[in-house]
């Protein structure tokens, strides 16, 4: 995993770990990343073409939406 990611990666289980992109942009650039699924897909393809094996990155994408439909995606890189 590339450094940078590796320092904001949190291990929450055995196998797991999470990085949240809201709080890392918040950290380093003092603002939150724009509130798009295709801008989140951007930044995991980039952390996809660094990492030794990109079958252990998963990107979870949680929206906020109306009434009954899945607020929450999953991508793996091969389909970013």
Same mark, same amino acid.
């Given at each position: 995993?590339?450094?940078?990611?590796? $320092? /904001?990666?949190?291990?929450?289980?055995?196998?797991?770990?999470?990085? &949240? %992109?809201?709080?890392?942009?918040?950290?380093? *650039?003092?603002?939150?990343?724009?509130?798009? $699924? /295709?801008?989140?897909?951007?930044?995991?393809?980039?952390?996809?073409? &660094? %990492?030794?094996?990109p079958?252990?990155?998963? *990107?979870?994408?949680?929206?906020?939406?109306?009434?009954f439909?899945?607020?929450e995606?999953?991508?793996?890189?091969?389909?970013?």
């Amino acid at each position: 995993m590339p450094a940078a990611v590796k $320092s /904001r990666a949190v291990h929450t289980s055995p196998n797991t770990s999470v990085v &949240n %992109l809201q709080r890392w942009a918040i950290e380093d *650039l003092n603002v939150s990343p724009y509130p798009e $699924s /295709r801008v989140y897909k951007a930044i995991a393809r980039q952390v996809c073409d &660094n %990492l030794g094996d990109p079958t252990q990155l998963v *990107l979870i994408v949680r929206e906020q939406r109306m009434f009954f439909s899945q607020p929450e995606t999953g991508y793996r890189c091969s389909e970013l």
